[in-house]
């Protein structure tokens, strides 16, 4: 077993050396680890044993498999489900769609997994933050980074060595947490700063697993410098000295594009004394919960943590701990360099900045776009996005990837931004948007999220480890799948409610939206369905 | 500076580490929990215990949060009411059990109590069930998963109170199961059948495989005492049906144990009636024991101390005591050894 001495979390790095030397986890590898990590070899299982590429229990790591996602479901786009399990989980490849798992690659239709996001389109008032740099020829090196400013606010923040200036600055640039719960990052960061501890972390949520949600990829394989930096100087700021960077399974491009650019950036010794590593995952959505991420960092079963205690107070080992998105932490240099005012006026109207959002589906031009916070549906799915498929007439969309909500073609000149979608009790989210239209069946598409759903519940909390698996097979009965029960409506509107309110963590509050939005939107659809009959063509009943 | 807060309208005193659970309790609420249990961490699984905040966006799981001052709390309205039925709807989906084991011999299971005072006992969601593995070939601990409803008390009790690492939940969703790594049957691993697994299961799902079938609730009737087997002094009930001891439970209020107990006091006491058990002492005659009188065995083992002592000298006895003889009768062991036979070499199987 490879040393990881000095490693900040060694659990999933040792778990990817020992999965490398054995196709099925044996007893003797899990005993292993458990001394070598001195946790007890009954947690480290129940651990090991959540994760979909882990081979505990199986025979070998999954290495083959069709998305399973929402975009890569869609009729003309990929391939209908059938039953649970069919399918792996969103790779984030859904401007590619149909994206697959062949031979251990995960790959879509673009051959190249580094491709740059789509140049912007002519959406008025558009300004690059974000993206401002990406398409720029090696921008992977540090050279190339560096002649680009990179750096250079590191390199002041540590010289005029004021946090407290960074910190006022960030507060009044308005940026909220890209990650999907808007949390003011200043905020954040200031009650990291404020909490006493010699030793604190910086975490980078890269577990970007939501469905239809592609926008931290870009960044990931074509500017790790930007994340680098960026997380330095979060470290400096609150007075941390440690950083990890917590990537999905499903990057592994980026896994080797990271640690080359820590390790050149730590050799040019521009990182002076953080210190910045990366761990991987092994496939698990809840992941993406921040204190789910923690549990996995730490080798325990990523079940989601009751809050408080926040992870600003006890974070990774109990430690203070500012954990951001990759899009969040890759904002902070520019508003730094341009200034808060420049920043906040990039967003239209109340909102502040600018919006990494995903496009996929039923769409002409799917990709990763930047706009202004607050640009609307119409917009990005229209002008940024090329609008619908040739002689199709868009009949809807989701938000916040899957886990924002679902709405209807006439709700397409809302904002994406903070606030508009909680006039529905919906969420921006993560910014991703599938689109379908005239040829794709709503309810089909609803059933697909859920599948996602019940997939990815880890268990913990009864309302959604049952709640997903009962919502999706009365969408099963609806689609055809099986008989409808009398009071279909009834029950989607019990077990939604009993699941928004009482679920653990955001996994289980968000799942009931998108099937609000069917029920509230597509009411007619609905009940065609009830009567067995699906206007798209896309439901076969029995 | 206040140090109170308000529950359902009640003005309550802030004690330390006290949860909103607990003090809810106190004061009289009922709250209704399927996966708490007080002598582990909460794991706020079940969400029935979730009571509204003020400033909280969403409701609280109570047991997981401490009281603080100002609080203000509401553990009962319509709407968490209503969401507490839907969860009990789904977890009684999970595995509907026709004949609950747990109701008919213990008595009424936590989760069949909260079923009847919700008036949800067959009004459940139609659906997959989940229960899984079978039952295994260990001795002790009875295991149908078609009744689990995954809590998880089960495996936090045995990882965080007992330490014995032997079961735990593994996989994911409604695919969890409870296992013991590696191993199909009980037997093979950490277990040390405490049987505490058992004590903590609010279903059917863990019972106590020698009491299984032995008699309904209604014929229980249970008799503190206190565990012969060794010094420790566990509480437990001997639970008796039509005259016949049938098994033990542990006596929660005991101050030596509060509830735990070992394999020894939880599935050992059957001995009470079994025909091993010696009522008379035995003589070896002829290469074979044989029933003999208290004079006639005494003075066998008088003799040949005797012999021993001229023999080897004091040096070559070694005494051992019983945690099961009570503390005169260990007292007069131990002078047996030094004031009769002149050796220091006395112990106790307590100490083992």
């Known amino acids: 077993m490879a040393d990881r001495t000095g490693s900040h979390a060694p659990f999933l790095p040792m778990l990817h050396d020992a999965m490398e030397h054995t196709e099925t986890m044996s007893e003797e590898t899990l005993n292993a680890l458990s001394n070598a990590l001195r946790i007890p070899a009954s947690y480290i299982h129940q651990a090991a044993s959540f994760y979909h590429y882990s081979n505990l229990g199986k025979d070998h790591v999954l290495r083959e498999g069709t998305c399973g996602g929402p975009t890569c479901c869609l009729p003309g786009v990929g391939v209908r489900r059938g039953t649970p399990g069919e399918g792996i989980a969103c790779p984030g490849l859904c401007d590619q769609a149909p994206a697959a798992l062949a031979g251990g690659v995960f790959r879509g239709t673009a051959a190249d997994p580094f491709l740059p996001p789509p140049p912007p389109a002519s ?16 921008l992977r090196s540090l050279d190339v980074y560096r002649a680009n400013g990179g750096y250079e606010q590191l390199r002041r923040v540590v010289e005029q060595d004021d946090a407290e200036e960074v910190i006022v ?4 640039s308005g940026l909220l947490g890209r990650g999907g719960a808007g949390f003011p990052l200043a905020a954040k960061w200031q009650a990291v700063r404020e909490t006493p501890g010699d030793r604190k972390y910086v975490v980078c949520n890269a577990d970007e697993g939501e469905p239809g949600t592609f926008k931290d990829r870009p960044l990931l394989h074509l500017n790790p410098h930007l994340l680098i930096e960026s997380m330095a100087i979060a470290g400096h700021v609150v007075g941390a000295t440690a950083g990890v960077i917590y990537l999905r399974y499903e990057y592994p491009e980026a896994y080797d594009v990271l640690n080359e650019a820590i390790a050149e950036a730590e050799a040019a010794g521009v990182l002076g004394d953080f210190d910045l590593q990366v761990a991987r995952g092994l496939g698990s959505y809840v992941c993406g919960e921040e204190t789910s991420l923690l549990n996995s960092l730490e080798g325990l079963v990523p079940w989601p943590r009751e809050r408080p205690p926040f992870p600003t107070q006890k974070g990774l080992w109990g430690l203070p701990t500012v954990i951001n998105n990759v899009e969040t932490f890759c904002s902070v240099p520019a508003i730094l360099e341009r200034g808060a005012d420049w920043y906040r006026h990039l967003g239209r109207d109340e909102s502040a900045g600018t919006k990494l959002y995903s496009v996929s ?19 990005l799915i229209e002008v940024a996005g090329g609008g619908p498929l040739p002689g199709r007439a868009i009949k809807g969309y989701t938000i916040g990837g899957i886990s924002g909500g679902l709405l209807a073609a006439e709700h397409l000149d809302m904002p994406l931004d903070y606030a508009a979608p909680r006039q529905h009790g919906f969420a921006l989210g993560s910014g991703g948007v599938v689109v379908f239209d005239d040829a794709c069946c709503v309810v089909d598409l609803v059933r697909t999220c859920m599948l996602f759903y019940e997939a990815e519940s880890c268990g913990k909390c009864f309302p959604c480890r049952v709640g997903t698996v009962r919502l999706r097979e009365r969408l099963d009965a609806l689609t055809g799948r099986a008989e409808p029960s009398a009071n279909l409506i009834d029950e989607f509107n019990e077990i939604g409610a009993a699941m928004s309110a009482n679920s653990a963590c955001g996994l289980g509050q968000a799942a009931p939206l998108v099937l609000h939005g069917l029920v509230r939107f597509f009411g007619e659809e609905l009940e065609a369905h009830r009567q067995g009959v699906c206007p798209a063509g896309v439901c076969h009943f029995l | 500076m206040s140090v109170t807060a308000t529950i359902d309208g009640k003005s309550v005193d802030i004690r330390e580490g006290e949860s909103i659970l607990e003090a809810a309790r106190r004061c009289g609420a009922e709250v209704p929990t399927l996966c708490y249990d007080s002598r582990v961490d909460p794991s706020a699984s079940c969400r ?21 001052a100002d609080m203000n709390v509401t553990t009962s309205d319509d709407e968490l009411e209503e969401n507490r039925k839907t969860i009990l709807k789904l977890v009684l989906s999970e595995n509907p059990t026709e004949e609950c084991r747990s109701c008919i011999e213990r008595g009424p299971c936590e989760l069949h109590s909260l079923a009847t005072d919700y008036g949800v006992e067959s009004d459940y969601y139609d659906g997959a069930i989940s229960g899984r593995i079978p039952e295994d070939s260990n001795p002790f601990i009875a295991r149908d998963y078609s009744q689990c409803i995954l809590c998880y008390r089960c495996t936090r009790v045995c990882n965080e109170l007992e330490q014995a690492h032997a079961i735990i939940p593994e996989g994911r969703g409604f695919g969890t199961n409870i296992v013991a790594p590696f191993h199909e049957s009980l037997l093979g691993s950490n277990c040390t059948f405490c049987g505490q697994c058992i004590q903590t299961c609010p279903t059917g799902a863990l019972m106590d495989k020698k009491m299984l079938g032995k008699a309904v609730a209604e014929d229980v009737t249970k008799v503190r005492s206190i565990c012969p087997f060794c010094g420790t002094g566990c509480g437990i009930e001997l639970n008796v049906a039509k005259g016949e001891f049938i098994g033990v439970t542990p006596d929660w209020d005991a101050p030596a144990s509060a509830g735990s107990l070992c394999v020894k006091g939880q599935f050992g006491i059957d001995f009470i009636r079994s025909p091993d058990r010696l009522t008379t002492p035995l003589v070896r005659r002829d290469g074979v024991l044989q029933p003999a009188t208290w004079d006639e065995a005494l003075t066998l083992l008088v003799d040949k101390f005797q012999t021993v002592r001229a023999e080897s000298g004091p040096g070559a006895f070694a005494l051992w005591s019983s945690a099961r003889a009570p503390s005169e009768g260990n007292f007069l062991m131990q002078k047996l050894a030094r004031a009769v036979l002149g050796t220091n070499n006395i112990d106790n199987c307590s100490r083992t």
Do not use: Q, W
Request: aromatic share 4%; hydrophobic share 40%.
């Open chain 2, 48 to 68: 029935l215990c979730v009571v509204k905040v003020d400033g909280r966006r969403l409701p609280v799981a109570s047991c997981a949060h401490a009281l603080t």
């Open chain 1, 361 to 379: 589906g039923r769409v002409a031009r799917p990709g990763p776009y930047e706009l202004p916070l607050g640009a609307t549906a119409r917009e």
């Open chain 1, 169 to 172: 600055n960030l507060r009044a």
């Open chain 1, 123 to 138: 959406v008025d008032g558009v300004e690059e933050v974000l993206f401002h740099d990406i398409r720029i020829p090696g």
